[in-house]
């Protein structure tokens, strides 16, 4: 009885806890587009992603990410397909939690990271897709290659950060690329050729 009790009161705390930190997050930031602010933007760097997903020879899916993105995002709600995105990505930030993978991919064999150091995004249109989702297609330069690439993107939320009093607004976005067609063919096709990438966007309105 004194076990059943325990476990209950500890299901109703976390229950608690959960939906208390759910509505305080909700209170911090709004998933309505309209409460997006027109204006300029800068990445937000330290809660920036991009993620990268492969499958490694058919026995998994393996992941790594970039950190460390810079660049600027012009939007305005009421007028979607004027947006401008213009992100840079260093190469030399890639991380699988595997320092000597990280080191062989930041080789000549792979990234090159030396030769090319940054990855780097454009946008060249956007179309929106529904409420709070847009395409967004643009440039991706990547080991000295530039092919256009779409991104489906979803907006998370926006409002003022109460650490920083910064306004954010927080995207995520998903997008295929085929790794060849960039010059990175290293142990294709045991190392699968297409990537899947799921970025986590952050950005600071610029008073």
């Given at each position: 009885?004194?076990?059943?009790?325990?476990?209950?009161?500890?299901?109703?705390?976390?229950?608690?806890f959960?939906?208390?930190?759910?509505?305080?997050?909700?209170q911090?930031?709004?998933?309505?587009p309209?409460?997006?602010?027109a204006?300029t933007?800068?990445?937000?760097?330290?809660?920036?992603?991009?993620?990268?997903?492969?499958?490694?020879?058919?026995?998994?899916?393996?992941?790594?990410?970039?950190?460390?993105?810079?660049?600027?995002?012009?939007?305005?709600?009421?007028?979607l397909?004027?947006?401008?995105l213009?992100?840079?990505?260093?190469v030399?930030s890639?991380?699988?939690?595997?320092?000597?993978?990280?080191?062989?991919?930041?080789?000549?064999?792979?990234f090159?990271?030396?030769?090319?150091?940054?990855a780097?995004?454009?946008s060249?249109?956007?179309?929106?897709?529904?409420?709070?989702t847009?395409?967004?297609?643009?440039?991706l330069?990547?080991?000295?290659?530039?092919?256009?690439?779409?991104?489906?993107?979803?907006l998370?939320?926006?409002?003022?950060?109460?650490?920083?009093?910064?306004f954010?607004?927080g995207?995520?976005?998903?997008?295929?690329?085929v790794?060849?067609?960039?010059?990175?063919k290293?142990?294709?096709p045991l190392?699968?050729?297409?990537?899947?990438?799921?970025?986590?966007?952050?950005?600071?309105?610029?008073?």
């Amino acid at each position: 009885m004194i076990k059943r009790h325990f476990a209950t009161s500890a299901f109703m705390a976390a229950v608690i806890f959960g939906a208390v930190s759910q509505a305080s997050a909700q209170q911090v930031a709004s998933p309505d587009p309209s409460a997006v602010k027109a204006g300029t933007y800068k990445v937000e760097p330290y809660h920036t992603q991009v993620g990268f997903t492969l499958l490694h020879m058919g026995f998994s899916n393996f992941s790594g990410f970039f950190t460390g993105a810079s660049g600027s995002l012009t939007i305005d709600p009421a007028h979607l397909s004027a947006t401008s995105l213009d992100v840079t990505i260093p190469v030399q930030s890639v991380d699988t939690t595997v320092p000597k993978l990280d080191g062989e991919l930041k080789s000549a064999q792979w990234f090159d990271a030396d030769k090319f150091p940054n990855a780097t995004f454009r946008s060249t249109r956007v179309v929106r897709t529904g409420a709070n989702t847009a395409n967004i297609t643009g440039n991706l330069t990547l080991h000295g290659v530039t092919k256009s690439v779409t991104l489906k993107a979803r907006l998370i939320g926006s409002g003022t950060n109460p650490l920083d009093k910064m306004f954010t607004v927080g995207f995520e976005a998903t997008g295929t690329i085929v790794r060849s067609e960039f010059g990175v063919k290293q142990y294709v096709p045991l190392v699968s050729d297409t990537v899947t990438l799921t970025i986590a966007g952050a950005f600071e309105l610029q008073q």
